[in-house]
């Protein structure tokens, strides 16, 4: 069974930084498109960033344009996120999963921005 592990969980203040990271434990990472969600509580959950399986081409939701860039290390079967610039409204917890969504969600990773 395919697990995804997310890791880089964080509580900081308004303009920093985190890096959230997701291992896959399957080769369909090399195979698949990926993405990273979040969700906040009451809302839905959605796709933020995505990347082609070459990584040759990426696609982000509005509100994180210029902010935040996915990537992807298929040696090691992760699927990264480098989140700059953080503001309050990015608190949720992300999740990634492939593109579009084919696994089992795995426990997410919680963002918290707050000052």
């Known amino acids: 069974q395919v697990q995804l592990v997310e890791s880089g969980e964080g509580s900081v203040q308004p303009g920093d930084s985190l890096r959230l990271s997701c291992i896959v434990s399957e080769i369909i990472f090399r195979l698949t498109d990926m993405g990273w969600y979040r969700q906040v509580p009451g809302k839905q959950r959605e796709l933020v960033a995505s990347?082609?399986?070459?990584?040759?081409?990426?696609n982000y939701t509005d509100s994180v344009k210029g902010r935040f860039a996915i990537s992807r290390d298929s040696a090691k079967n992760t699927l990264y996120l480098q989140m700059n610039s953080l503001k309050p409204e990015d608190t949720a917890v992300y999740f990634c999963?492939?593109?579009?969504?084919?696994?089992?969600w795995g426990q997410g990773t919680q963002v918290t921005v707050s000052s």
């Open positions: 999963n492939t593109v579009p969504i084919t696994l089992n």
């Open positions: 990347i082609r399986m070459d990584s040759k081409s990426t």
